[in-house]
């Protein structure tokens, strides 16, 4: 238990330091470039995640699981894995600028913006690395490599600032991140006596085999979480891409320690699964409490604040961030239950019918979008997002009946004497724990 807890203590604190520095950033540079230069980036970020699940081949979901089944045959995973991936981001990187080019043919920026950005995707074939060091329960050498990348790039960045470069350089600065973390985490896989890369065709097939059921699925999350910033690119401006995503990043601001709390339940669901349903339940709803009443805390307290907000982080040339931001806030509530609920249903075994409620959530994402942008603008993007994860993770509950089983627990999970009754079992375990020490 101590290897499992100060595993996931480095997770945690990459990610802590990373959202710091990312809201820092992202920030300065926002105010820097101006809404629509900072659309524009945004814009290329959001092409290039659209083809990521087909560049990942679905594999980040199986391959701890892989060096956990056959340590023996590491290395060949890890190698077949690369190449594999490799191929696949190569011609992710063409369909990526094809796209663009018959979409953009008259914007020159957005043309050479777009193929600087992809570049990132022949790095980020190297993330496989990390499952192997997740597999080891030694995620901080991960973490510090991620660290010391992400303190790199953000000098850089601020480097660009001050020298007041182009936006084509603002492009390539997530290419140097991942560079210098496939660097690193090759050197340290090869201090730690990892084994020899190798390629072998039947294990990419049987990979792939196992693998291809979570594309779809991923993209599909991929689609209801980026179409709005395409979608307002093409149907309104750049500057419309830019007050949205300001007004997304800081919704987003707290994500890191909702991520932290569901991370740290997932393993004790899983245990009271085996030892009673009761226990199991209990705890799957405790989660969804807790979710819930602290997501509502931050939604009326960024509502209420987003003017401060925006004015202080992105300053006024972002006023029209406002609105989408006391609408877009409202949606993390939904978004993080989905996220707990789907530690319910890999725990029930369910995981075939997650395509299928995220093809819903894309399919209804894409029409709302094109409904509601040409009335609101900015803010029907925000619209579309907080009715798209309210559809996909509270309504496709009751909609599809394999899965109609978590919506019961949720519904208790609304209960404010257990989130009251949760918190004050918190405090007296950190003040029992304090006492001791």
Same mark, same amino acid.
Request: glycine share 6%; charged share 15%; proline share 2%.
């Given at each position: 238990?101590?290897?499992? =807890?100060?595993?996931?203590?480095?997770?945690?604190?990459c *990610?802590?330091?990373?959202?710091?520095?990312?809201?820092?950033?992202?920030?300065?540079?926002?105010?820097?470039? #101006?809404?629509?230069?900072?659309?524009?980036l945004? $814009?290329?970020? @959001?092409?290039?995640?659209?083809?990521?699940?087909?560049m990942?081949?679905?594999l980040?979901?199986?391959?701890?699981?892989e060096?956990?089944?056959?340590?023996d045959?590491? #290395?060949?995973?890890?190698?077949?894995?690369?190449?594999?991936?490799?191929?696949?981001?190569?011609?992710?990187?063409?369909?990526?600028?094809?796209?663009?080019?018959?979409?953009?043919?008259?914007?020159? /920026?957005?043309? =050479?913006?777009?193929?600087?950005?992809?570049?990132?995707?022949?790095?980020?074939?190297?993330?496989?690395?990390?499952?192997?060091?997740q597999?080891?329960?030694?995620?901080?050498?991960?973490?510090?490599?991620?660290?010391?990348?992400?303190?790199?790039?953000?000098?850089y960045?601020?480097?660009?600032? =001050?020298?007041?470069?182009?936006?084509?350089?603002?492009?390539?600065?997530n290419?140097?991140?991942?560079?210098?973390?496939?660097?690193?985490?090759?050197?340290i896989? *090869?201090?730690?006596?990892?084994?020899?890369?190798?390629?072998?065709?039947?294990?990419?097939?049987?990979?792939?085999?196992?693998?291809?059921y979570y594309? =779809?699925?991923?993209?599909?999350?991929?689609?209801?979480?980026?179409?709005?910033?395409?979608?307002?690119?093409?149907?309104? /401006?750049?500057?419309?891409?830019?007050?949205?995503?300001?007004?997304?990043?800081?919704?987003?601001?707290?994500?890191?320690?909702?991520?932290?709390?569901? /991370?740290?339940?997932?393993?004790?669901?899983?245990?009271?699964?085996?030892?009673?349903? /009761?226990?199991?339940?209990?705890?799957?709803?405790?989660?969804?409490s807790?979710?819930? $009443?602290?997501s509502?805390?931050?939604?009326?307290?960024?509502?209420?604040?987003?003017?401060?907000?925006? *004015?202080?982080?992105?300053?006024?040339? $972002? @006023?029209?961030?406002?609105?989408?931001?006391?609408?877009?806030?409202?949606?993390?509530?939904?978004? $993080?239950l989905?996220?707990?609920?789907?530690?319910?249903?890999?725990?029930?075994?369910?995981?075939?019918?997650?395509?299928?409620?995220?093809?819903?959530?894309?399919?209804?994402?894409?029409?709302?979008?094109a409904?509601l942008?040409?009335?609101?603008?900015?803010?029907?993007?925000?619209?579309?997002?907080?009715?798209?994860?309210?559809?996909?993770?509270?309504?496709?509950?009751?909609?599809?009946?394999?899965?109609?089983?978590v919506?019961?627990?949720?519904? *208790?999970?609304?209960?404010?004497?257990?989130?009251?009754?949760?918190?004050?079992?918190?405090?007296?375990?950190?003040?029992?724990?304090? @006492?001791?020490e």
């Open positions: 238990m101590k290897k499992e =807890i100060e595993n996931a203590s480095w997770i945690i604190l *990610r802590i330091v990373q959202a710091i520095l990312a809201l820092i950033i992202s920030m300065i540079t926002a105010r820097y470039l #101006g809404p629509s230069n900072f659309g524009l945004n $814009y290329a970020i @959001s092409v290039v995640a659209f083809v990521l699940p087909v990942r081949l679905g980040t979901s199986i391959l701890v699981q060096f956990i089944a056959e340590p045959k590491e #290395g060949e995973t890890l190698g077949t894995s690369i190449i594999i991936s490799m191929i696949s981001a190569i011609v992710c990187i063409i369909g990526v600028n094809l796209f663009v080019f018959i979409t953009n043919a008259e914007e020159m /920026d957005t043309l =050479i913006v777009c193929a600087l950005y992809s570049s990132v995707l022949v790095f980020q074939v190297f993330e496989v690395f990390n499952y192997w060091f597999s080891k329960l030694q995620a901080k050498y991960s973490s510090i490599i991620a660290l010391i990348a992400y303190g790199i790039v953000s000098f960045k601020v480097y660009l600032l =001050i020298t007041k470069k182009s936006i084509y350089w603002f492009s390539v600065a290419t140097l991140d991942y560079l210098i973390i496939a660097i690193g985490l090759y050197i896989y *090869r201090n730690k006596c990892g084994q020899k890369l190798t390629y072998n065709g039947k294990r990419a097939r049987r990979l792939l085999s196992i693998s291809k594309i =779809i699925s991923d993209l599909m999350v991929v689609v209801f979480a980026q179409t709005d910033r395409v979608m307002l690119k093409s149907m309104i /401006d750049n500057s419309a891409t830019g007050y949205y995503s300001a007004a997304v990043t800081c919704a987003s601001m707290t994500q890191f320690i909702f991520a932290a709390i569901i /991370d740290s339940m997932r393993p004790t669901i899983f245990e009271g699964k085996r030892v009673s349903e /009761d226990v199991y339940k209990q705890n799957l709803t405790r989660l969804f807790i979710i819930t $009443y602290l509502l805390i931050q939604s009326i307290l960024m509502t209420i604040l987003a003017p401060i907000i925006i *004015r202080i982080l992105y300053g006024v040339d $972002y @006023s029209a961030s406002v609105s989408a931001l006391q609408i877009v806030v409202w949606y993390t509530t939904f978004s $993080y989905g996220s707990a609920r789907n530690i319910w249903i890999l725990a029930e075994g369910k995981q075939k019918y997650l395509w299928q409620i995220n093809l819903f959530g894309a399919l209804a994402n894409v029409f709302l979008n409904i942008i040409p009335i609101v603008g900015v803010n029907g993007a925000a619209l579309a997002s907080l009715v798209t994860q309210f559809l996909t993770n509270v309504v496709t509950g009751f909609i599809f009946k394999p899965i109609r089983g919506n019961e627990i949720l519904v *208790r999970g609304f209960n404010p004497r257990l989130f009251l009754e949760t918190f004050s079992i918190v405090i007296r375990s950190i003040n029992g724990r304090h @006492s001791n």
